[in-house]
């Protein structure tokens, strides 16, 4: 299962989900939904989103840990 | 524009409607569910993002199984009741979305050559059973079964000679089409035989045609 802290860099960059779907080009449901878990990004969009943060795709989406 | 355009098309939807159903029958409010492909036409204009296309797919494969189901319990539900074999809309409604699926989902799993195989192999064994089963043992059951053996001999052809196994695919499909056309005057039975045989080897037609990506 993938998570991520996409709310935190967004935080980080004082950017809004509105902002970040159309800088993205996506709607803000989909933002949404990869926030809260329900969507996992494709790899393209990931890269997408890394890029608008200037940082690695793994610093905002990583594997959690299975028991 | 597109907008506009899409309330202009609700709005005629709703008076057609609304004209036929006082005029004629309630049972033309029916035809308010069109407005689910005019719907699906507008958004598809305009830019779907992946998980938008995602919740299409999963929509779409649910309503597929959905279907499918309820075109089966159709197709009992008739044969229990007339006690005779179902009309030909029946076996076209749970077919039709199965053959086109299964042939989406057979070049996904198999390469192009042996997606064109499998689909001869079944078509043409699934016909021989449906032709001994309707005639039994008889001749007419051995003539009619004919037919699903011929879908065997471009299979085989195929492993080494595909080309060939593809113009004898197309060149086997047009006959049947053209003998259809003369002896089926039902336009629904003749769908669901075109259905049936000819779509199967002009889609193999098609793949053995094809080259391998990769």
Redesign the interface.
């Known amino acids: 299962m993938v998570n991520n802290n996409l709310k935190v860099w967004r935080a980080k960059f004082d950017m809004t989900q509105d902002k970040l779907a159309k800088k993205v080009?996506?709607?803000r449901?989909?933002i949404i939904?990869i926030e809260k878990g329900s969507?996992n990004?494709?790899v393209?969009?990931a890269l997408k989103i890394a890029k608008i943060f200037n940082t690695r795709v793994d610093e905002i989406f990583y594997l959690r840990e299975e028991k | 524009m597109k907008k506009v355009s899409f309330l202009f098309g609700i709005i005629i939807l709703v008076i057609v409607t609304l004209i036929l159903s006082i005029v004629f029958s309630p049972y033309f409010m029916m035809l308010m569910f069109l407005y689910f492909p005019l719907h699906l036409f507008y958004t598809e204009s305009r830019?779907a993002?992946?998980?938008?296309k995602?919740i299409r797919y999963r929509a779409g494969y649910l309503t597929f199984q959905i279907s499918i189901f309820l075109f089966i319990i159709l197709f009992i539900q008739q044969a229990i009741t007339t006690k005779t074999n179902p009309d030909a809309i029946y076996y076209l409604l749970v077919i039709f979305p199965i053959v086109i699926y299964s042939m989406f989902l057979l070049v996904q799993r198999l390469n192009l050559a042996r997606s064109g195989r499998v689909i001869l192999y079944v078509f043409g064994i699934w016909w021989i059973l449906f032709a001994m089963l309707e005639n039994g043992f008889t001749a007419g059951g051995f003539i009619q079964s004919s037919i699903g053996i011929g879908f065997f001999i471009p299979a085989i052809l195929s492993y080494r000679f595909k080309k060939t196994a593809s113009v004898l695919c197309f060149l086997y499909a047009t006959f049947l089409v053209a003998f259809f056309l003369r002896a089926w005057k039902t336009p629904l039975l003749l769908l669901l035989m075109l259905f049936i045989l000819p779509i199967p080897l002009y889609y193999a037609a098609i793949v053995f045609l094809k080259r391998e990506g990769g």
């Open positions: 080009g996506v709607s449901q989909t939904a969507y990004p494709s393209e969009l | 830019m993002d992946e998980r938008e995602y």
